[in-house]
């Protein structure tokens, strides 16, 4: 599977942005995606993910409330929706696909290669 992210810019503290991720390649739909960060000088934290049917998602606790994630597979796309932005959430944006969903970025198998987040305040 091949995922390419995008939708990521510059926005003002308060903000929304949604990020996309489509797919290509193997049949999507089979694979749970996540959504993770790196904020600069930190490592890689789990944001989100979802379920492969799109029924079942999770939260990190630091952006449960404020963001959602959904998405269509017979589009091939995953969204990440980002509403009440803060400047904490200034990142480079990862979706990941894998055969479980999990908040460990070691069980994914395909990533994409990043959307650039910036909030300022």
């Known amino acids: 599977v091949q995922l390419q992210a995008s939708g990521g810019g510059l926005v003002q503290a308060g903000g929304s942005l949604r990020l996309s991720c489509a797919a290509s390649?193997?049949?999507?739909?089979?694979?749970?995606v996540g959504w993770f960060r790196q904020a600069p000088g930190k490592e890689r934290e789990f944001v989100g993910v979802?379920?492969?049917?799109?029924?079942?998602?999770y939260y990190a606790d630091s952006v449960k409330g404020r963001f959602t994630i959904s998405r269509d597979n017979a589009k091939d796309t995953v969204w990440l929706q980002m509403n009440r932005l803060n400047p904490e959430d200034t990142a480079v944006y990862y979706c990941?696909?894998?055969?479980?969903?999990?908040?460990?970025?070691?069980?994914?198998?395909?990533w994409g290669q990043g959307t650039l987040v910036t909030v300022s305040s």
């Open positions: 979802i379920s492969w049917s799109g029924g079942t998602s």
């Open positions: 390649g193997r049949t999507f739909s089979n694979y749970a």
């Open positions: 990941a696909a894998g055969n479980w969903g999990s908040s460990s970025d070691e069980q994914y198998d395909y």
